[in-house]
């Protein structure tokens, strides 16, 4: 087993293989969602960094903690999943913030 864990996946991932593609557009509707109902007028970086931190704290991070208590994944596992998907939240929140930036008036 990699990394110590039991298998606990799908024995055919081509079954749910549309699971994947909902659930990164609910997340893109939800983050963006989210994004325009508590924007400030504040420098748009540092909106997009807050709102990404907010989120991976909100989330992420209870999530994966909840996932090793009653999942067989080592602590050092679950470490590295909050990490990496707390960066991707923080490049998600800058992404969404620069999207929705004001425009200078022309």
């Known amino acids: 087993a990699a990394h110590g864990v039991k298998s ?7 079954s749910c293989y549309p699971a994947p593609r909902f659930a990164h557009l609910f997340m893109a509707v939800g983050l ?9 007028d504040k420098p ?4 997009g ?4 931190l907010a989120f991976a704290m909100a989330a992420t991070i209870p ?6 208590a009653v999942m067989p994944f080592p602590m050092a596992m679950v470490i590295k999943q909050i990490v ?12 969404v913030a620069f999207m929705y930036r004001p425009r200078p008036q022309t």
């Not at 606990?8 to 081509?14: D, V």
């Not at 963006?32 to 400030?40: K, L, Q």
């Not at 960094?49 to 990404?52: L, S």
């Not at 990496?84 to 992404?95: A, E, K, P, Q, R």
């Open 8 to 14: 606990t996946a799908r024995p055919s991932p081509a």
């Open 32 to 40: 963006t969602w989210i994004y325009i109902r508590g924007r400030e």
């Open 44 to 47: 748009w970086l540092a909106q």
């Open 49 to 52: 960094v807050r709102f990404g």
């Open 63 to 68: 999530i994966y903690l909840i996932y090793h």
């Open 84 to 95: 990496f998907d707390s960066v991707l939240l923080l490049i998600l929140g800058i992404i």
